[in-house]
C-alpha cells in the first residue's frame, strides 16, 4: 500500500500548486482590472 502513500502526497501537492498558480492568477487579474471586481 505504499503507492497509496505516494499518490495522496502527489495529489497534495498538485493542490497546493495549482491553489497557489489560483491566487497569483486572481492578483493578476485584479491588478489589471480598473476596479477589482468590475
Do not use: D, H, Q
Not at 10 to 17: A, S
Amino acid at each position: 500500500m505504499n503507492m497509496l502513500r505516494a499518490m495522496r502526497k502527489t495529489m497534495k501537492r498538485i493542490v497546493n500548486l495549482y491553489a497557489k498558480c489560483l491566487v497569483i492568477w486572481g492578483e493578476a487579474l485584479l491588478k489589471s482590472t480598473p476596479y477589482g471586481m468590475a
